[in-house]
């Protein structure tokens, strides 16, 4: 049951409800903080939406209702200043299919995609799905956060590079790209002829708050045209497994290769899901600001543990965090043996580092810390670390 007096802090026990993140480490102690979702119930606005729609009793096929495309443009205006029109909008029912069909849509043969690295790991994965080959290039590190590499993507961006695959804010980083940043890389894909598809799932989760998303598509009509940018209320809201997602794409050759790619292997959206983003979209209460405060809470004090193995997180519940100094051949397995479930670093293509997922009740999180703190000390006592 969900206690509304005790709200983020509340322990909702998961076991039981085949929750992958909890299910993984099913009859041990070991205690999950990897896959990206969030140890809360999702807002009692949303659990209203659905148990209305399910009162109804007929669950069939659905178009896409006219509230939620309505919810959506309100939303993508009022939070992130971009005015998009119906036509452009391509509903899903994950952000990841996007991310497959956007490679199929702008697929030309013998071409490749531009990665930057390390990233949320299904995104290496498209270009083999498209028939294309991937050229990955390392974000690079400044003391305070991670970068693209312009010069390197330059030298490595081929002839025959079609697609760029941007995440921003950034899965697993914690970067929200600031204009500067953003006008470079729309820049550097118009001088090199490239689409973008830009997964923007995390934009309602930006911690910083000096810092606010800008999607990227916005900038100009130049790059709009060549963008194909996808949303979802998964995150924010902790829905994913409702799936319900949205692409953006001002383009209409472009929107009808995207259409084409979808046909057939991608199935619609079901009503309980449609409900839900409805009512997550159309949110302006004081859920969303107080759950950031939360998790404003819960990374402070990851980060008096872990120090400089973590650039600040801007954006997202989710730390990426360097333990190459430790020199262990596999941190995952070193800290589950620690009881702490985290993420390896080596699947989104930086081995030596882990992503810890801090969307969770406070009290839970400080047991994470204490078994992090442990694994830390023991790695240093061993002679690991210096
Ligand atoms: C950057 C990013 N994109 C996409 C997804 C997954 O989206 P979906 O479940 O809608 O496919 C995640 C989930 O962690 C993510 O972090």
Redesign the pocket.
Do not use: E, R, W
């Given at each position: 049951m969900i206690d509304a007096e005790a709200g983020f802090d509340q322990e909702i026990d998961r076991r039981g409800t085949f929750a992958s993140k909890w299910e993984k480490y099913r009859g041990t102690d070991i205690l999950p903080f990897w896959?990206?979702?969030m140890d809360f119930a999702a807002p009692p606005f949303i659990l209203r939406a659905v148990e209305a729609r399910l009162r109804h009793g007929i669950l069939g096929y659905t178009e896409t209702p006219d509230d939620l495309v309505t919810a959506f443009q309100n939303w993508l205006q009022r939070r992130h200043g971009w005015t998009v029109p119906t036509q452009w909008l391509v509903w899903?029912?994950?952000?990841?299919?996007?991310?497959n069909l956007a490679a199929k849509a702008v697929a030309a043969t013998g071409g490749s995609i531009l990665i930057p690295t390390p990233?949320?790991h299904?995104?290496l994965r498209v270009p083999a799905h498209a028939d294309q080959a991937s050229i990955k290039v390392q974000l690079a590190r400044s003391h305070t956060r991670w970068e693209m590499d312009f010069d390197a993507l330059g030298e490595a961006c081929g002839r025959d590079t079609r697609l760029f695959l941007l995440?921003n804010p950034?899965?697993p980083t914690g970067r929200a790209y600031t204009l500067s940043e953003l006008t470079a890389l729309a820049d550097f894909c118009l001088e090199h002829d490239l689409y973008l598809c830009s997964?923007e799932?995390?934009c309602d989760l930006v911690l910083d708050e000096n810092t606010s998303h800008i999607p990227i598509a916005s900038l100009s009509p130049e790059i709009a045209q060549r963008t194909i940018s996808?949303y979802?209320a998964?995150?924010t809201y902790n829905i994913?497994g409702l799936?319900?997602?949205v692409a953006v794409i001002p383009n209409a050759k472009l929107r009808a290769n995207f259409l084409g790619a979808r046909e057939g292997l991608v199935h619609g959206i079901g009503p309980r899901a449609f409900a839900a983003s409805a009512a997550a979209f159309a949110d302006t209460s004081q859920w969303l600001p107080e759950l950031l405060e939360y998790l404003r809470g819960n990374r402070q004090r990851l980060q008096q543990l872990v120090g400089k193995r973590m650039t600040p997180v801007e954006a997202?519940y989710?730390a990426w965090i360097d333990l190459r100094d430790l020199s262990i051949d596999n941190p995952g397995g070193y800290l589950e043996s620690y009881g702490l479930g985290l993420s390896d670093g080596l699947i989104f293509g930086g081995p030596g580092y882990v992503r810890f997922n801090f969307a969770c009740p406070r009290a839970l999180m400080e047991r994470g810390l204490q078994r992090f703190e442990h694994a830390l000390n023991a790695g240093h006592e061993e002679g690991r670390g210096d």
């Open positions: 896959v990206a979702d899903l029912p994950g952000v990841v299919p996007g991310l990233v949320y299904p995104f995440s950034q899965n997964d799932i995390h996808l979802a998964n995150k994913p799936g319900c997602a997202t989710l």
